[in-house]
């Protein structure tokens, strides 16, 4: 493998691990700084929060300096502020170290991204995208679990000091791996954020939250669904997670494959459909013991082939800004997480059960596969507009 391409991988790592980590000891993180796990919850919400402020903020100032500098930076303000999150004594210093520890996350991913698809072979940017997005699959096989049994038999803030070690070696790997490369974008600062004149750049923000919304749909729920529906006990979850970051891991290769094969909009589509279909079915089999587990991997798989496809589609509709919005798409990303959540969240409280969080995913899903089209139709009237000018 590019070692250039794994020092990213390493960083994806990193982030995987300190996004997801906070989930499985949030009860152990309530207990220690005396509070809800409720307002424990909003921990999640402040790393969700700096994500969106940073990838556009960063990368557009990041934008007149080398991009391996910019990622050396980026990783440095990572890991300083992760492992400094293991010192936090209460809700308020813990809240403002993880709304800064998410700052470079979106810029981080976004400048990555375009980096490793100049990094790859000819023909072959979508593999070192989904190098790079490995790093985030192989945290919720191994890092999350690993973290999460760490916090829980330890103290959580051992977790934190797990996801510092990581930022280290992705500094270093930076530091050492990645090649001298140019400045992130030829335009000024300014000029960047000309990119949001682009109606196919929002549609694609838009089928990046709702797409991505229903797999958070399903993943935020999975630990109930595993216990109260199909009737597991506590400890099977973990072996569930698992599961569900194996079929991440195998995922994200495939969607690249998919990537390769057709127009990244028509991957997304061929992904979201696969997506509906496989959550519809669970809300039906996740009752039994056996199939739950197995849709829980297969659900991993196709819901995580969307990143690379996702990510060379809004590449291509930023031409001329790409860092910015590879970025912005790690933003909507998040929005994604928070809202997938909320709105499957919405009939459980109203007591339709935790198999209707698949419905909403299923629906979100379908949404999605309808802005892809609207995305094409509009490509088609532009290509139309163009040539008729010409003649």
């Known amino acids: 493998m590019n070692k250039a391409l794994l020092s990213l991988a390493i960083g994806g790592f990193g982030i995987g691990l300190t996004e997801f980590v906070i989930m499985g000891i949030l009860p152990d993180v309530a207990t220690a700084f005396n509070i809800t796990i409720p307002e424990a919850g909003h921990f999640i919400s402040a790393y969700a929060i700096g994500v969106v402020v ?21 990783m440095l303000w990572f890991t300083v502020f992760n492992t400094l999150s293991a010192f936090a004594t209460g809700y308020n210093s813990f809240m403002v170290l993880r ?3 998410g700052l470079p996350h979106g810029a981080f991913f976004g400048i990555g991204a375009v980096v490793a698809g100049k990094l790859s072979k ?16 192989f945290a919720n096989l191994l890092g999350v679990p690993l973290g999460t049994y760490l916090g829980k038999h330890f103290s959580w803030n051992v977790s934190f000091f797990m996801v510092g070690l990581v930022g280290v070696f992705a500094v270093l790997g930076v530091k050492l791996w990645m090649p001298v490369l140019k400045q992130s974008s030829e335009s000024s600062f300014f000029k960047e954020f000309r990119v949001f004149k682009r109606l196919e750049l929002w549609l694609i923000i ?11 749909a399903w993943y935020s729920y999975i630990a109930p669904l595993i216990t109260d529906v199909a009737g597991h006990s506590k400890e099977v979850v973990s072996y569930a997670m698992i599961l569900a ?4 891991v195998i995922g994200n290769f ?5 990537a390769e094969k057709f127009l990244p909009i028509y991957a997304i589509i061929i992904i979201l459909v696969a997506m509906a279909i496989s959550l519809s079915l669970n809300t039906y089999l996740a009752s039994d013991k056996v199939m739950v587990l197995v849709m829980t991997f297969i659900i991993g798989v196709v819901t995580f082939c969307i990143s690379t496809p996702i990510q060379m589609a809004i590449i291509n509709a930023s031409k001329g800004s790409e860092t910015l919005g590879s970025s912005l798409n790690q933003s909507a990303f998040n929005i994604g997480n928070a809202s997938g959540a909320y709105l499957a969240g919405l009939p459980i409280a109203m007591g339709y059960g935790y198999t209707s969080a698949d419905w909403v ?21 532009n290509q139309k507009q163009t040539s008729m000018s010409y003649s």
């Open 54 to 74: 940073g990838a556009p903020l960063l990368t557009g100032l990041g934008s007149k300096f080398p991009a391996n500098k910019v990622l050396f930076a980026l």
């Open 99 to 101: 709304f800064l520890s």
């Open 122 to 137: 000819e023909g072959k940017a979508a593999q070192g995208i989904a190098i790079m997005f490995s790093g985030l699959t």
């Open 206 to 216: 838009l089928l990046t939250t709702i797409g991505t919304g229903g797999f958070f």
């Open 245 to 248: 970051g194996l079929g991440m």
């Open 254 to 258: 495939l969607g690249a494959k998919l």
């Open 361 to 381: 995913g299923a629906a979100m899903a379908g949404t999605g596969i309808l802005i892809s089209i609207v995305i094409i139709l509009l490509r088609k009237y």
